[in-house]
């Protein structure tokens, strides 16, 4: 089963800063399929990266993603007001259990 | 539009048990897997495990085989998580979501369900 780590646990940043979030895999994620999902309080995940660096439908342009084998990021390039959350990782490069890492918190400094 | 909706929160006592089910609509249901997530209060995703509609297969996380129970009625298009014996460790916030299409287990999660709580007290 390939573990997730995520860093830092909490970003406290200001709108309009730029946010990098790390994942790092425990092995090799297959063909960089590592996904990334936002979550706010009270409301289900959303897909946000797919494919390490793949916007979802809808997804706008300031959120991009990078990363191969076991280091990938997700970055926002300014912070808007609705982008303070968490964001979790994903790897399904693997046979099941398709694993998600620990989490970042995104907070308004 | 492709969406899940699940079954309302639950509130049972330990050792009771539960099913609670997941309908989706907007697409071919019996042709993608579905995923099942628990969400601890305060903490992070953890996956279950997906089944697949057209046929039932199943795969099981580690941490979950034994415990819970997935299925499926394509007829309704359906899904469903259940447990035999609740726990109070069985609170959480369980999703499920859109997984891969036919034989690909190896998917991202899109469209999410809104979500069942389950909270089990005495």
């Known amino acids: 089963e390939i573990v997730l780590t995520q860093s830092p646990g909490t970003l406290s940043l200001s709108p309009g800063e730029r946010a990098t979030l790390s994942c790092r895999a425990s092995?090799?994620?297959?063909?960089?399929?590592l996904a990334w999902y936002q979550q706010k309080p009270g409301q289900a995940p959303r897909l946000l990266i797919y494919?390490?660096?793949s916007r979802a439908t809808g997804i706008p342009d300031r959120f991009s993603g990078s990363g191969s084998g076991t280091d990938f990021t997700l970055t926002i390039s300014r912070l808007e007001p609705e982008d303070f959350a968490m964001y979790y990782c994903?790897?399904?490069?693997?046979?099941?259990?398709?694993?998600f890492g620990g989490g970042t918190k995104v907070e308004i400094k | 539009e492709v969406q899940l909706v699940q079954s309302g929160a639950e509130v049972k006592k330990p050792g009771e048990s539960l099913k609670i089910s997941c309908k989706g609509s907007?697409?071919?249901?019996?042709?993608?897997?579905i995923g099942w997530v628990r969400q601890m209060p305060g903490k992070g995703l953890e996956w279950m495990g997906i089944?697949?509609?057209?046929?039932?297969?199943?795969r099981y996380s580690p941490s979950f085989q034994g415990q819970v129970t997935i299925s499926a009625d394509k007829s309704i298009s359906t899904a469903y998580l259940q447990w035999s014996s609740l726990k109070a460790s069985d609170t959480a916030m369980y999703y499920c979501?859109?997984?891969?299409?036919?034989?690909?287990?190896?998917?991202?999660?899109?469209?999410w369900g809104q979500g069942t709580l389950v909270t089990v007290s005495p």
């Open positions: 907007g697409y071919s249901f019996t042709s993608y897997w």
């Open positions: 994903q790897q399904y490069g693997s046979s099941p259990p398709l694993t």
């Open positions: 494919g390490a660096s």
């Open positions: 979501a859109r997984g891969g299409y036919g034989g690909n287990t190896r998917k991202w999660f899109d469209p």
């Open positions: 089944i697949y509609p057209g046929d039932s297969d199943t």
């Open positions: 092995q090799s994620v297959s063909s960089s399929y």
